[in-house]
């Protein structure tokens, strides 16, 4: 049987993507030589808020960082076995153990010391997030301020709830100021929102842009993409790289270009990967097979609404609908807003919410089989998606399941996840194209 | 045209003959060091049966865990594909099936045609397979056979709580330091075994009738408990079902599809 080929080409700009990913972890590093300041706090953490202090803070997000130890097999064995060295259980948080082995041993993944953080800044939404930062901040002895996001579904969002983050935004503000000695601006504030809701928007457009038959992205390259908007999404280096990347998938999707010449089997998968083993995608790629992304890759930054046409896609921005933020308080109350609406929050709630994205996704990405991780690294994204699956098999959709770690290779077997996309692949009806 | 199916087990190597859509012979031997040589004395086993040769064969399609090894293989496929065509060419209204091998159990759901829908594997624990039966028959010094049966003497109901066949095998000991039975410790491992197998199941959906195929269902012990434990009397198990799977590979062999593309 012959296979249709696509043209295919590399991203002009997957260079600079992975040069603006080294220079945040850098700039982190080196902001006290500038007089800077540095934070530590989750990928989902408020980051346009401490923008507030002035465009010289800086934040390590610790899911990223924790994401890129992990694909360092080595040496995350050794961060890992620190942690647990000092009682932290092997069946926690992959990211966690990876993160705080790195600081308990004083070093830093991209060279020299751990650089500690002035604070840390973090949210609440599972329980990892808040142990894990008062492991920090009882370690380093810095401030820690932790909000708690869980105020429900954003279906239900009312008023007392949306204020009860919005207070707690409020009362941070004073926080910080009180911690770092440093006035806060309003100005800056509304950049810094503004910019994330840029940011944030602009993930989901480039998201959609990949219902393309053949996708213009495989979620293999997406992973290196998407990492930026979790390393500070509201930067302004990062929504000027999000504009040129949406242009360049928007020129991709209009001339065929595709990620995959063999694309003939489009799949999706869910929760963090196993970093460690990201060629697993590379040998799916071998039956014609692309995983065009997952409500994880999509969700876990971009913020989504319903379209005109009743179709998934980017939310729009205050500034789009002609709303303009005007003080800290109006801003605040969108801030919140928008960031509750994030599509992976949802599903902390209940499974049934992510099923009915994942299956919307199914529809209008048209996507012919899911492959979920079981992922014992993550027991927050991992919630409920037993459930999930048995969701998505009710409306005939093939899905294969598999365990692993997103960052602990130890509870994951290569050899077997290899042999299960065998035989998922034989399902489909798929071979390797020689 | 004779198209042979060979399935490389974690323990045994099994090779069916099939002529004209019907099962002419079979060979079945213990897997050594040299895998490749092992498949090739398996299959040469079979064809003297029919006084044939490697020349006479149209397709050999390989299966099981070992399959990749087989150089005189013209293509594989998975276990999961293969036991699911074996099955329902040899019980048509099957549509859920149960492997269990030595190292590794399946269930699987398919179609009227043996295409398979969903299936489940046990993931890397060996508690849920034929390995894990041995050497519990190890630990209480009896052979397999006679375990096997020694698990329908008992009624008692013994929960086992380790989920790893290491933790499992402690476990037994200390049944056996407190005075249980053979009898009934037969039957604890066997009801354990099950209740994994079952899990699995559950999670593809009993649909219609059911087999259970692999070498595991000849072990009366383990069939009664797996009755129990799904709450089915009517367990269909084929007359050879360890060789299943290999019925399948040779009759993907016969339906001359080419697997590369």
């Known amino acids: 049987m012959e296979i249709r080929r696509y043209r295919s080409e590399p991203l002009k700009c997957w260079n600079r993507a992975k040069e603006l990913r080294a220079k945040i972890y850098r700039d982190y590093a080196t902001a006290h030589k500038r007089g800077g300041i540095r934070y530590s706090g989750s990928a989902w953490s408020f980051h346009a808020i401490p923008y507030g202090l002035g465009d010289d803070v800086y934040v390590l997000t610790s899911e990223p960082y924790g994401a890129s130890i992990a694909f360092e097999r080595k040496l995350n064995e050794e961060f890992q076995q620190a942690a647990e060295a000092r009682g932290w259980a092997h069946d926690l948080c992959a990211y966690m153990r990876s993160y705080l082995g790195s600081m308990y041993l004083n070093r830093y993944l991209f060279g020299g010391e751990f650089p500690k953080p002035d604070f840390c800044f973090q949210i609440q939404i599972c329980c990892t997030h808040s142990k894990w930062y008062q492991a920090i901040a009882e370690y380093e002895n810095v401030p820690l301020f932790i909000f ?78 998407y990492v930026l908007a979790t390393l500070d999404k509201a930067s302004k280096e990062v929504a000027s790289f999000y504009r040129e990347l949406r242009d360049e998938v928007k020129d991709r999707v209009e001339r065929g270009i595709a990620a995959v010449a063999t694309e003939r089997c489009r799949l999706i998968t869910d929760t963090q990967p196993p970093w460690g083993f990201l060629k697993i995608y590379r040998y799916l790629e071998s039956f014609g097979a692309v995983s065009v992304g997952s409500l994880y890759t999509f969700g876990l930054q971009g913020i989504f609404a319903d379209q005109e046409d009743g179709s998934w896609g980017p939310r729009k921005r205050p ?22 609406s994030k599509p992976e929050w949802q599903h902390f709630y209940d499974p049934k919410l992510k099923t009915e994205m994942m299956l919307r996704i199914i529809k209008e990405w048209k996507v012919d089989g899911v492959i979920l991780h079981l992922n014992r690294g993550c027991e927050g994204l991992t919630t409920g998606i037993m459930e999930n699956r048995l969701g998505i098999i009710k409306h005939g959709i093939p899905v294969m399941t598999y365990e692993g770690n997103m960052g602990d290779e130890n509870e994951f077997d290569e050899k077997r996840v290899i042999a299960r996309i065998d035989s998922f692949m034989e399902t489909l009806g798929l071979s390797k194209i020689a | 045209m004779i198209f042979a199916g060979i399935d490389m087990g974690a323990k045994m190597i099994k090779v069916i003959l099939i002529k004209d859509g019907n099962i002419v012979a079979k060979s079945k031997i213990t897997g050594g060091f040299d895998e490749k040589e092992s498949a090739r004395e398996a299959l040469r086993k079979a064809l003297d049966q029919l006084s044939a040769g490697f020349e006479d064969l149209g397709a050999v399609v390989s299966t099981g865990v070992g399959r990749k090894l087989v150089d005189i293989a013209t293509f594989s496929v998975t276990d999961v594909t293969a036991d699911a065509k074996g099955t329902v060419f040899l019980h048509p209204s099957v549509r859920t099936v149960i492997d269990v091998g030595a190292e590794e159990g399946r269930a699987i759901r398919c179609d009227a045609s043996g295409r398979v829908i969903d299936f489940a594997v046990n993931e890397k624990c060996a508690a849920g397979a034929g390995s894990f039966v041995e050497a519990m028959a ?26 790893c066949a290491v933790f499992a095998e402690s476990e037994v000991v200390s049944l056996i330091h407190s005075g249980t039975s053979k009898e009934d410790i037969s039957k604890a491992v066997h009801d354990a075994m099950a209740s994994r197998v079952t899990a699995m199941v559950r999670r593809v959906g009993v649909e219609r009738e059911l087999a259970f195929i692999g070498g595991v269902a000849k072990n009366p012990g383990f069939v009664q408990s797996l009755k129990r434990s799904l709450g089915i009397e009517n367990i269909i198990i084929p007359e050879d079902p360890d060789f299943v799977g290999a019925i399948g590979a040779a009759l993907i062999g016969s339906e001359g599809k080419i697997r590369e593309e």
């Open chain 1, 148 to 225: 708690d996001v869980s105020v429900g579904p954003y279906n239900e969002l009312d008023e007392n709830r949306l204020m009860y983050v919005v207070n707690q935004m409020h009362e941070s503000i004073e926080w910080l100021e009180k911690v770092t000695g440093r006035k806060f601006d309003d100005e800056k504030l509304i950049e810094a929102i503004n910019t994330e809701f840029e940011v944030t928007s602009l993930w989901a457009e480039i998201c959609t842009l990949n219902k393309a038959i053949p996708a213009p992205l495989d979620e293999k390259s997406m992973y290196s993409l």
């Open chain 1, 319 to 340: 500034e789009q609908l002609g709303i303009k933020l005007r003080n800290r308080d109006e801003a605040l109350r969108y801030y919140a807003d928008w960031n509750l």
């Open chain 2, 138 to 163: 190890r630990a209480v010094e009896m052979e397999l056979d006679e375990f096997a049966a020694a698990s329908l003497k008992s009624n008692k109901e013994i929960p086992m709580n380790a989920q």
